[in-house]
């Protein structure tokens, strides 16, 4: 490692550290232990951020998308009665919200997330890949007490509790891989493509409809439903509501109805979304700095 | 391989580093843009900006090393790759142990956090636990004197307290490696005495520090070793004496130009020579020298004014003054040239930095500017003959004893 054995003590008496390549800003330079420390640091002091100042305070991440499920409620029940046609409606509503706010507030933020710390990233190095992953984190802390909430209002609605409620966790890291993914994307392009905030904007809003979260894919038209399936949060969703509303719902392989390569797509979509996060993150964390 | 000098390691390797920018005029920023200019797209950016051409240098370890050069040479540039912040488009850098950054006079605090939560986060991006960032919050905060603060958000502190609570958490990381630009040209005295200490300091204990500054006094009272980067290479690298000469005498611009243009007359060139002719901005102490400026007509020109002012450095308070007025500057038709040179027959200037300013005037009575230097021409005194002010008054001293004896 050293130019020269010579300059360096060989027993090592004097503990001169050897010389490394500098890391660079890479994605993820500095050992394992330091990113996640690092991690859940940036996550804890963002969630404790978001809200402070304000006079409900924690309560906003639950109030704001209890205020979205109420309207939703209020236009689906009362507007449109469309409600009435599924089992179980309002609950599966309220739990489509809290899990599809979780990718909508984590991949919104993201996609200025660089830029609004640019005095740390113009002045510090650290894996840059934290920045993004934070920001889900901390959605994902609001999640975790959202869904108490959800549960609490679930049971008091009347569905029943069964063992498939522990199978949550795979639906959430599912979720959780989507957002990361899409996080990732954003974040690196926003410095150099400033449009890449309004387009995600009116893409958000687009994904919000084209994901089974007002209504189960079922009751969609064939045409449509088919569209709807090659999206990769459809198939979270389905499951969602199978295992924790209406086990008799169809689920992410039935709601195909045997169109069975819809679901075959929707993960090959997945996987390239994620191979492309990695690849752009990669490319661009090296050089996002010099964006800013 | 040590480093060239001394018998100490090699704490930092920097072999043919370079690194090239676009220049952020010439860049597209939106997916507009791109598409409207698809060469771009295809080809990459038009213009780059190459801050570092090869630039390959030794630091050993416990050495206190000065960078220096003018802004835009490149010397911020580097210290961004030693840190990892940019990366470099070619050539290596190789760090023996941790490096602790203070960039642009900050660490990179959020503004939106208290100074706890700042020192927190900042130590675990610098390499700390988190407890151990933790237990050295109160060291930070009693270096940086501001324990009346700690629950202030830091969008809420002056600049001087930022810098301060910044250099301070550097201090603390226990970095082997301290990269320092610029601290000693902000903040208070005291503080600024301090920093210098804390640093010698710690450089006596076996940490490496970097200094970035464009100040040569910072160079030669603090450095062990210097370089001069000039235009994306080293130009100088050695004792701080002979560096900082250097700088004065090869990287400083010796021709000024005026700046305007605009008018029937103007400044095409100004510089400083000494008694021999040659043009400089070093004069030892009671040498003569002189101040030449090129003048241009464009219109025809009957009268001129030049004035000429001597301004003490860093202070820019004139000190001296001369006017070459209309009956001796010459008067010039369309086209013309002539270069008017001021002879300063016996230097009265102590030992220090001046500037010389001028600005070529019209010589009619309302004295309307045609021409101005864009920046005040260096001048460097050397010597040891102090009187303790800028301009020593030719004299003589006399004494006459007398038999009177002691007043009473």
């Not at chain 2, 080809?43 to 900006?49: H, P, S, T």
């Not at chain 2, 901005?281 to 020298?289: R, S």
Request: proline content about 6%; hydrophobic content about 45%.
């Amino acid at each position: 490692m050293s130019a020269d054995p010579t300059a360096v003590s060989p027993a090592g008496i004097d503990s001169v550290p050897p010389l490394r390549p500098v890391p660079g800003p890479s994605p993820t330079a500095g050992g394992s232990r330091r990113f996640f420390t690092l991690l859940w640091v940036m996550a804890v002091t963002e969630f404790k951020l978001t809200f402070h100042g304000t006079t409900l305070g924690y309560a906003w991440s639950l109030v704001r998308p209890l205020l979205m499920f109420g309207v939703l409620l209020a236009v689906f029940t009362q507007v449109f009665r469309f409600g009435d046609s599924v089992k179980d409606y309002p609950a599966l509503l309220l739990l489509n919200v809290m899990l599809f706010t979780l990718f909508a507030e984590a991949t919104q933020r993201s996609v200025t997330s660089v830029v609004v710390r640019e005095q740390v990233v113009r002045k510090a190095q650290f894996p840059r890949l934290v920045i993004p992953l934070s920001i889900v984190l901390t959605e994902l802390l609001d999640l975790a007490l959202n869904l108490v909430a959800v549960f609490i209002f679930i049971v008091a609605y009347g569905v029943d509790p069964r063992w498939t409620w522990l199978l949550v966790p795979v639906v959430v890291l599912a979720l959780l891989l989507v957002t990361t993914a899409v996080s990732m994307i954003v974040s690196a392009l926003y410095p150099r493509f400033r449009d890449v905030l309004l387009i995600w904007t009116v893409l958000s809003t687009v994904l919000f409809y084209g994901t089974p979260v007002l209504y189960p894919i079922g009751v969609a038209p064939e045409r449509f439903r088919h569209i709807v399936q090659l999206n990769p949060l459809t198939p979270i969703f389905e499951q969602a509501q199978k295992w924790v509303i209406d086990p008799n719902a169809p689920g992410a392989l039935g709601a195909t109805k045997g169109s069975e390569w819809l679901l075959a797509v929707s993960f090959l979509i997945f996987a390239c979304i994620c191979a492309a996060a990695w690849w752009i993150f990669k490319r661009e964390a090296p050089k996002i700095a010099e964006e800013l | 391989m040590s480093a060239p000098g001394t018998g100490a390691p090699v704490a930092i390797e920097v072999r043919g580093v370079k690194k090239s920018f676009t220049i952020p005029r010439e860049r597209q920023t939106t997916l507009k843009e791109r598409a409207l200019h698809p060469k771009t797209w295809l080809r990459g950016e038009v213009a780059r900006l190459e801050a570092l051409r090869g630039v390959s240098f030794d630091v050993a370890r416990g050495e206190f090393f000065g960078v220096i050069g003018r802004n835009g040479g490149g010397k911020s540039t580097l210290l961004k790759l030693l840190a990892s912040i940019y990366q470099p488009d070619g050539g290596s850098i190789r760090v023996a142990g941790r490096l602790a950054p203070f960039i642009e006079l900050g660490v990179g605090f959020n503004p939106e956090l208290n100074a706890k939560d700042n020192v927190l986060l900042n130590g675990v991006m610098m390499g700390l636990t988190r407890s151990e960032a933790r237990s050295r919050f109160e060291r930070v905060v009693d270096y940086a004197e501001l324990w009346d603060y700690t629950d202030l958000k830091l969008k809420n502190y002056s600049f001087g307290m930022q810098v301060r609570l910044g250099f301070s958490m550097m201090l603390q990381v226990d970095a082997d490696v301290l990269l320092v630009d610029e601290v000693l040209a902000v903040g208070d005295l005291a503080f600024q005495e301090k920093c210098v200490a804390s640093l010698k300091e710690v450089r006596d204990q076996g940490t490496t520090i970097v200094l970035v500054t464009h100040k040569m006094d910072d160079v030669e009272s603090h450095c062990d070793r210097a370089m001069l980067i000039e235009e994306g290479v080293v130009d100088i690298i050695g004792e701080p004496e002979p560096v900082a000469e250097r700088f004065i005498e090869v990287i400083l611009p010796t021709k000024h130009a005026g700046m305007t243009g605009e008018g029937p007359a103007g400044i095409s060139a100004a510089w400083i020579a000494d008694h021999g002719g040659r043009t400089t901005q070093i004069v030892p102490q009671g040498e003569p020298f002189s101040f030449s400026a090129s003048v241009y007509a464009r219109d025809r020109v009957d009268s001129l004014e030049l004035d000429v002012g001597v301004l003490s450095h860093p202070e820019g308070v004139r000190i001296s003054g001369l006017r070459v007025g209309p009956g001796e500057m010459p008067r010039l038709s369309a086209g013309e040239q002539a270069t008017v040179r001021v002879d300063f027959e016996r230097g009265s200037l102590e030992p220090g930095e001046y500037r010389l300013s001028y600005e070529l005037k019209d010589g009619e009575p309302d004295g309307r500017l045609l021409d101005r230097c864009p920046e005040p021409a260096r001048l460097r005194v050397t010597g040891e003959d102090r009187g303790g002010g800028a301009v020593m008054l030719p004299h003589r001293v006399h004494v006459d004893r007398t038999e009177a004896g002691v007043p009473r």
